[in-house]
């Protein structure tokens, strides 16, 4: 699976954005799909994951009520909707696919995620 993060840009504080993370190769479908953020001179972090069926989502609770994370198994894409936008959410975003089919279950160590698309910036200003 190759995937495109895209979508970055710089908000003021209270802004949104909204990321797309387009898949191409193999059945996206079979996928879970989740978001990471590395800020600089931090670890990266996760930040949201959907299931590949779209039933579960889980949140970190730094993003928890501000993103939503929703899939388009059809266009191949997820999505990651951030409303509420903090300066702390300064950071680059990536955004990684598991296999997990059929088990429709959600992933959080990053250590899980067999592919990771190249990032996009997300820039909030006070």
């Known amino acids: 699976v190759q995937l495109q993060a895209s979508g970055g840009g710089l908000v003021q504080a209270g802004g949104s954005l909204r990321l797309s993370c387009a898949a191409s190769?193999?059945?996206?479908?079979?996928?879970?799909v989740g978001w990471f953020r590395q800020a600089p001179g931090k670890e990266r972090e996760f930040v949201a994951v959907?299931?590949?069926?779209?039933?579960?989502?889980y949140y970190a609770d730094s993003v928890k009520e501000r993103f939503t994370i929703s899939r388009d198994n059809a266009r191949s894409a997820v999505y990651l909707q951030m409303n509420s936008l903090k300066p702390e959410d300064t950071a680059v975003y990536y955004c990684?696919?598991?296999?997990?089919?059929?088990?429709?279950?959600?992933?959080?160590?990053?250590?899980?995620?067999?592919?990771w698309g190249q990032g996009t910036q997300v820039t909030v200003s006070s």
């Open positions: 990684a696919a598991d296999y997990t089919f059929p088990r429709s279950i959600v992933v959080l160590s990053e250590g899980e995620y067999d592919y």
């Open positions: 959907i299931s590949w069926s779209g039933s579960s989502t």
């Open positions: 190769g193999r059945t996206f479908s079979d996928y879970a």
